[in-house]
């Protein structure tokens, strides 16, 4: 057998338990005690008889001396010392061959384990007793990923690290319990978890959508803040009565189950209480609930508390200019609030007398001096203008002042509109002077907008939703004055009553001026459903005007021949699918989509039938009869991809 050479790489492995048969003396030299052939001879002998032991206790590995892996091991057992276990960083791969293969890259066993300090092969636990100090690379600094314990834990020593900037190292104490491939350093430092906004309560996330959703339609409410603010203090007498109506409305907007009765039933119970006060905080309650009842197709009922609301606004002053300056108390945001409740329990009256014709818009008969609302922006941000009377609004042509108003004031000229028409007697003939004088009225309403309110969207590019009411109220208007005197046939849509009852109106040989009138304002309508923003942040009303406009279109679908067909047929899929959007939360929508849905269905069956019959083609060409055709079954196709849209979307 060959001597045992200190250059041999075999001398320089170090055994699995920690006991070196070399220790280094400087990089790349090595020395070793000359030893036998015998001595030789006997270690490789221990090696191959001898098993080795997976790991070594920390006493025995610290004394470079050989363990027998028990627990405790013989030596910790005869020097009465504790025997602890850590599991190796390299793992424990079986018995070791005698003469293994040389590994140049192998570190001696005297060197202590590098740390990469975030390489995704190296292990971050140093096993070694004495920490190692680790200059940082060049040109960057040290900077530990985890955060380490200022002091070890107990049972085990520490020395401080000659880095000042470092802190020391330690072994996991639950190491001889954990897997060797899961270990992770411990830090006395407890990890703070992310913090989670709360979660919701239904009552809150029903203010929340009554905000987001319902406040820009019916802006009379107290912005967010404030209301917040008054709310907490608790000093405004039957606020906590308005914040039950919020609550009702904002469950209209979301998934609420039966918590929406139980809110709508509180709100209504705290308004009749027999100590609660009539003040403007109680018809702000009403109105809301009123609005919210007329939406759900409860108009009888909407229609008993709006004439209690009505009553109440009148006795506590509401429509006198002095109330706001009296119940502000100072606050220019309050006082503007009650103005704005005045106006808009005026145009919600008119809306409601003008899309049911049942009620006849009381409150357009009570005298008012109240101020003007100012913009939307100026109330959100508290910023109020000296308010503006309805003398100067009227006045404005003739004054010489060029005096900017806002749009809720343009809405509530539009309210006053409806107001005058409903107030003419019914005229049996087309030529009869009211009615040119109405036209007259709602004619110089549009003409005379200023600039920024020709259209229904701002100067910042978003929708003004006071001048988006006001348009349609006119158009409105321009329907119910004309329709009547107008030569289409409104019999074929005669079950489209969810919003008004029918009126009956023959046909005639031609299109009368009114007739075109009508047609007009129905495509208006019908073109305000393309606004970009989302449709439920409407007001509810905007239901029975897209009714009206669709019983125009319907009526002229009706028709032998339509000369526009392509447009027509837009009309038709534009309002089907607002009352289908408006439908989910609005109960009023989902009635009258069902019945437009069910009169096209009537008019296209009839249609169909009559083209059978070759009289019906008389003084027709043959392209004007394939376009007619082509044009009802595209229709009818359209109508009924729509409904199969929303059937599966159930």
Not at 91 to 114: L, Q, T
Not at 335 to 341: A, F, L
Request: aromatic residues 8%; glycine residues 4%; proline residues 8%.
């Amino acid at each position: 057998m060959e001597p045992f050479s200190p250059d041999d790489p075999q001398s320089s492995a170090a055994s699995s338990n920690g006991s070196p048969t070399v220790a280094r003396e400087s990089p790349g030299t090595a020395t070793t005690t000359p030893v036998s052939s015998a001595t030789t001879d006997r270690r490789l002998l221990s090696l191959s008889v001898v098993p080795s032991v997976p790991a070594a206790c920390t006493s025995c590995r610290n004394k470079h001396l050989k363990c027998n892996g028990l627990s405790p091991c013989s030596r910790c057992t005869s020097s009465k010392t504790e025997c602890v276990y850590v599991a190796s960083r390299r793992g424990y791969k079986g018995p070791r061959k005698v003469n293994p293969a040389p590994n140049p890259h192998k570190r001696h066993a005297s060197s202590s384990p590098p740390y990469s300090g975030g390489a995704a092969e190296s292990c971050p636990l140093m096993m070694g007793h004495m920490p190692v100090s680790l200059p940082p690379p060049p040109g960057t600094a040290f900077n530990p990923a985890i955060v380490l314990p200022e002091h070890s834990p107990a049972g085990y020593a520490t020395t401080t690290s000659p880095l000042p900037d470092v802190a020391p190292v330690y072994r996991n104490p639950f190491a001889p319990i954990m897997n060797p491939n899961a270990m992770a350093l411990t830090t006395m430092t407890t990890t703070v978890p992310p913090t989670q906004a709360p979660v919701m309560s239904l009552a809150e996330r029903c203010f929340d959508a009554f905000y987001h959703y319902f406040h820009a339609g019916h802006p009379f409410v107290l912005p967010k803040d404030l209301f917040v603010r008054l709310l907490k203090d608790g000093s405004a007498p039957n606020i906590n009565t308005v914040l039950a109506a919020m609550r009702y409305i904002g469950s209209l907007y979301i998934d609420a189950g039966p918590a929406r009765a139980t809110y709508l039933d509180e709100a209504i119970r705290l308004c009749y209480l027999p100590n609660t006060a009539k003040n403007g905080f109680l018809i702000q309650a009403l109105l809301l609930i009123i609005v919210g009842l007329d939406g759900s197709c409860e108009q009888e009922r909407a229609r008993e508390l709006l004439a209690d609301c009505e009553r109440f606004a009148i006795q506590i002053d509401l429509n006198k200019r002095e109330f706001a300056a009296m119940h502000g108390h100072g606050n220019p945001v309050l006082e503007e609030s009650w103005r704005r409740t005045w106006w808009d329990l005026y145009v919600c009256d008119g809306m409601i007398a003008g899309v049911h014709q049942v009620t006849n818009f009381c409150l357009f008969d009570i005298e008012a001096d109240v101020g003007l609302p100012c913009e939307e922006h100026q109330y959100l941000t508290g910023r109020i203008p000296p308010p503006a009377s309805l003398e100067d609004f009227d006045d404005q042509l003739f004054s010489g002042e060029d005096r900017e108003f806002s749009s809720f004031a343009y809405r509530i000229a539009a309210a006053r509109n409806l107001g005058r028409m409903m107030r003419m007697p019914n005229m049996m003939f087309p030529d009869h002077e009211n009615v040119a004088r109405m036209e007259t009225h709602l004619t110089n309403w549009r003409i005379h907008l200023p600039e920024a309110k020709r259209d229904d969207v701002n100067k910042n590019c978003q929708l003004d939703e006071m001048m988006f009411q006001a348009h349609f109220i006119t158009h409105a208007c321009s329907i119910m004055l004309h329709q009547p005197l107008s030569q289409l046939n409104s019999s074929p849509v005669q079950k489209v009553t969810s919003c008004a009852p029918h009126r009956p109106v023959p046909s005639g040989e031609t299109f009368n001026a009114h007739t075109q009138h009508t047609f007009r304002a129905a495509c208006e309508i019908s073109k305000m459903v393309t606004q970009a923003v989302p449709i439920l942040k409407h007001t509810h009303f905007f239901t029975c005007v897209v009714t009206m406009s669709s019983r125009v279109h319907l009526s002229k679908w009706a028709l032998y021949f339509v000369d526009d067909e392509d447009d027509l047929r837009q009309q038709i899929r534009l309002n089907i699918g607002a009352l289908d959007k408006l439908s989910r939360v609005w109960k009023a929508a989902n009635t009258a989509w069902g019945q437009v849905r069910a009169v096209a269905q009537d008019i296209y069956r009839e249609k169909k039938a009559s083209q059978i019959s070759p009289t019906f083609w008389v003084g027709f060409t043959q392209e004007q009869m394939i376009r007619s055709i082509n044009a009802d079954e595209g229709i009818m196709s359209e109508i009924n991809n729509i409904l199969t849209q929303v059937t599966q979307a159930q």
